[in-house]
């Protein structure tokens, strides 16, 4: 994921190679810690290293 996507709070569906990081810097403009840490928090039980395609994810403001 290469590009800005919308205003949280929404959904986002994985895509091939979406992370958390890259999820962060799409939606919070800042692919750090701590905003990849916030979409962790809004999905709890989800492993960030184990994304799945297709996977439904919130994103909370």
Do not use: W
């Not at 799409?26 to 701590?34: E, P, Q």
């Amino acid at each position: 994921m290469s590009t800005t996507q919308g205003t949280p709070p929404c959904t986002h569906r994985v895509g091939q190679g979406d992370t958390f990081y890259e999820l962060a810097r799409a939606y919070y403009g800042d692919a750090s810690n701590i905003q990849a840490q916030k979409i962790q928090d809004a999905n709890p039980g989800v492993s960030p290293t184990s994304l799945q395609f297709g996977q439904i994810l919130n994103i909370f403001a």
